[in-house]
């Protein structure tokens, strides 16, 4: 099957500073990628819809200039936390869309951010 | 609007018995409906969907949900437990077969006990 892969998988940051984590389809093409975000023993919270060549679309509440997405190619998608706190801390997730079916939906392994 | 409740933030069952995992939706218009699968510190795996056709659906590791549009249900079920299903179940609804609008349900644990 399609594979959707994340990194890092862990980072642990300190307070103030930004971090990238990437988003990439292995092998396929996705027009379109989705960002969650996942509280502890909580549901997947989608944050945004990052679409290739042009700016995301943010889902309520979800702050463009802290949370910063890019989509520059077809298999890559970023997500730049900036300015990082202690309650950014999180378990992100990214999806994507494979292009040519469009049906189908393939999660990355998620990271895990912890701001100290 | 749509939305998903899954009943039961844990389930436990013994190894070899039913599994059946609880979830309900609300949708506007005719539902396409989802399981996931998340291992501590994953993404998500699917398990499953419905979007037309037959109601009942089958997925992988013997999974199986069954659509239910008079009660608003797509509960999932496995005859017989195994250890390895031990993990975090997500219902999801969409409105659309592009899941741009693809809403999760607050998870199901599943507990397996020898």
């Known amino acids: 099957g399609a594979v959707v892969s994340q990194h890092p998988s862990w980072v642990i940051c300190k307070s103030g500073t930004s971090v990238k984590i990437e988003c990439r389809s292995l092998?396929?093409?996705?027009?379109?990628m989705f960002w969650y975000r996942q509280f502890p023993k909580k549901s997947l919270m989608l944050m945004a819809t990052?679409?290739?060549?042009?700016?995301?679309?943010?889902e309520q509440g979800v702050e463009k200039d802290k949370f910063l997405i890019n989509h520059a190619s077809l298999t890559l998608s970023t997500l730049t936390v900036t300015s990082a706190h202690p309650e950014d801390s999180s378990f992100y997730i990214c999806?994507?869309?494979?292009?040519?079916?469009?049906?189908?939906?393939?999660f990355g392994e998620g990271s895990r951010l912890t701001v100290l | 609007a749509q939305s998903v409740t899954q009943l039961g933030s844990h389930v436990s069952v013994s190894e070899g018995a039913l599994v059946l995992l609880r979830c309900n939706y609300s949708s506007s218009v005719p539902p396409y409906l989802f399981w996931y699968v998340q291992y501590p510190n994953q993404g998500l795996q699917l398990l499953l969907k419905y979007t037309t056709g037959a109601t009942l659906v089958k997925g992988i590791n013997g999974f199986e949900a069954e659509f239910k549009k008079s009660e608003t249900s797509f509960h999932l079920t496995k005859p017989s437990a195994h250890m390895s299903d031990a993990a975090e179940y997500f219902c999801a609804v969409s409105e659309s077969a592009g899941y741009s609008t693809l809403t999760f349900g607050k998870g199901t644990m599943l507990l397996v006990s020898p």
């Open positions: 990052s679409n290739e060549g042009s700016k995301a679309t943010y």
């Open positions: 092998d396929f093409q996705a027009t379109t």
């Open positions: 999806s994507a869309r494979d292009r040519t079916s469009g049906r189908e939906l393939f």
